[in-house]
């Protein structure tokens, strides 16, 4: 019997702990070590956000699910990985403990033999003095942030009644930040809502985001094909936010926040300040602060982790200019080097290089949108990781990895740009590959597939889509009919 | 305060205005309802074509 362990239950870890116990029913052991009780599907945090749903609508309870499925949970963070094992056995090995109440504080080594590090991004809140819950501005990257975000936007709905002109601004709060679609979300739901409330005339919105065109989204934007022209998706979204009146500030690195002022360099290297009532700003992500060791206790987490945090796999590393990077830079089997079974998925393993081009001011600020890697290529690569470990527990060890590249994976992105069934709307794009391929395809991506569309069938899709995935990660019947 | 030295927004004159039947269109039951079927029907060809 074979002990599998994965470390983190979000989109990516929760997918593959359900795909391998279908894969392999009770011969072998499956356990989520997972430091939150609830899953949270996060893509309607900006929902919640602007509160048109509540935090129930997001969220689930873990155990239940895991109980149902006979998959072992605790609830507790990994600390570090022993992948030569200890002292004792050479076993791998991970030290946990445990955020449970009852249990808290409390440490435990477990024994595996597949491991999968799917613990998502740290919130880097301390990147930027002033940022987040913390300090003057609000998030929705969790749900109980999101749920603070609707009680202040609320407040500032309430000062625009009374006739005081508010401003709104939401985007990056860092240069090295990703997730620019939940921005873009945000504001267009903030729009709005405000629209909804009749006190748009009064409030002045911006975007500020570390993009150095609109409609880059992190993955250095899209070309579509749109009635046998070639259309950017900057030029597309600009169109948006024309139409909405939304003010859009490009190429920007938040480096401060005071209580009513945003400081922040624009990519000519000028310093700029805003001043604002409402924040909504992203955090920079970094990978969880776990540590590597070997037999001997020495560490070697520099070995296995990148400085940013994020697990090494099968990528090429190699530093190189932006002209030079290439599709197989990209991991396709996310094995970390020199193990056959210890993987990392989602937002835990390290990226090659940025997707969007790099930048720096003449002051040498780096403003590069990280690149994003969550939602449909989480779940995918969660489940590659999964049929891998399957393979090679019914085939043997030297089973080949399967493999699943961001350079040859689409993905579909439906940013909300308002609620209501029939006066909600929002923008749906497909994009495939994830990351631009210009060896293969002229304009960096397949051109049937990758398009972009706005209108009120985008927000019942996204709508769908909430539905049907968190149907899915309830492992309700027909469960793994409804693709990643 | 406001921004300094000069407010970097940006310019979006140049980027293009839906018409009224563009933004019509947009909110038509019917005419999304097709699309609604279509875009489910894109995604999961591409899920077939890149996901397997």
């Known amino acids: ?484 | 305060m406001s921004e300094t030295p000069m407010s970097p927004v940006a310019d979006l004159s140049r980027s293009p205005l839906p018409t009224r039947k563009t933004l019509r269109r947009r909110q038509s039951l019917p005419l999304q309802f097709v699309r609604f079927i279509r875009f489910d029907l894109r995604i999961l060809r591409m899920v077939s074509k890149a996901h397997s």
């Open chain 1, 1 to 484: 019997m074979a002990k599998i362990v994965i470390l983190g239950a979000g989109v990516s870890g929760h997918t593959a702990a359900l795909h391998l116990k279908r894969l392999l029913g009770s011969k072998h052991t499956i356990t989520v070590v997972s430091p939150n009780s609830k899953w949270n599907w996060i893509p309607s945090n900006i929902w919640v956000g602007v509160g048109e749903m509540e935090k129930k609508d997001v969220v689930f309870p873990l155990a239940p699910v895991y109980k149902r499925k006979g998959i072992d949970f605790r609830q507790a963070k990994g600390v570090a990985i022993r992948p030569y094992g200890d002292a004792d056995d050479p076993h791998g090995a991970v030290d946990i403990e445990y955020t449970l109440p009852e249990k808290a504080g409390t440490t435990e080594r477990l024994r595996y033999d597949y491991l999968i590090n799917a613990t998502g991004p740290k919130l880097r809140f301390e990147a930027t003095p002033g940022l987040g819950p913390d300090g003057h501005t609000v998030s929705v990257c969790t749900a109980d942030h999101a749920v603070e975000a609707a009680e202040k936007l609320r407040q500032v709905i309430a000062k625009l009644k009374a006739g005081t002109p508010q401003t709104l601004v939401v985007g990056t709060g860092h240069g090295t930040c990703t997730c620019e679609g939940a921005a873009f979300e945000y504001v267009f739901n903030v729009d709005h809502e405000l629209r909804q409330e009749g006190v748009r005339d009064l409030a002045r919105v911006v975007y500020l985001t570390n993009e150095a065109a609109l409609g880059d989204f992190g993955v250095d934007g899209m070309v579509f094909d749109q009635q046998g022209f070639q259309t950017t998706s900057e030029l597309w979204t600009g169109s948006l936010f024309r139409e909405r009146g939304v003010e859009a500030i490009l190429g920007s690195h938040v480096f401060q926040i005071d209580e009513d002022v945003i400081h922040y360099e624009t990519l000519d290297g000028e310093k700029h300040t805003l001043d604002f009532d409402f924040g909504m700003l992203i955090p920079p992500f970094g990978g969880q602060p776990l540590k590597a060791y070997d037999r001997e206790d020495a560490d070697i987490t520099s070995n296995m982790f990148a400085p940013s945090g994020f697990m090494k796999v099968d990528a090429d590393y190699t530093a190189k200019p932006y002209e030079e990077w290439r599709a197989e830079d990209w991991p396709s089997t996310y094995l970390a080097p020199g193990f056959d079974n210890i993987f990392a998925v989602g937002i835990a393993f390290a990226p090659p290089h940025q997707i969007s081009k790099p930048r720096k001011t003449p002051n040498g600020t780096v403003i590069a949108p990280a690149p994003p890697r969550t939602g449909m290529p989480s779940g995918v690569m969660g489940k590659t990781a999964a049929l891998t470990i399957a393979d090679r527990l019914k085939h043997g060890a030297t089973s080949p990895a399967r493999t699943a590249s961001m350079a040859r994976m689409g993905a579909a992105c439906v940013a909300s740009a308002g609620t209501g069934l029939t006066k909600g709307s929002a923008a749906a794009m497909t994009m495939l590959p994830v990351v631009p391929d210009y060896v293969r395809y002229p304009t960096g991506r397949d051109e049937r597939e990758t398009q972009g569309e706005l209108g009120l069938h985008a927000h019942w899709v996204k709508l769908m889509l909430h539905y049907l995935f968190i149907y899915k990660a309830k492992a309700l019947p027909g469960w793994q009919l409804i693709p990643e």
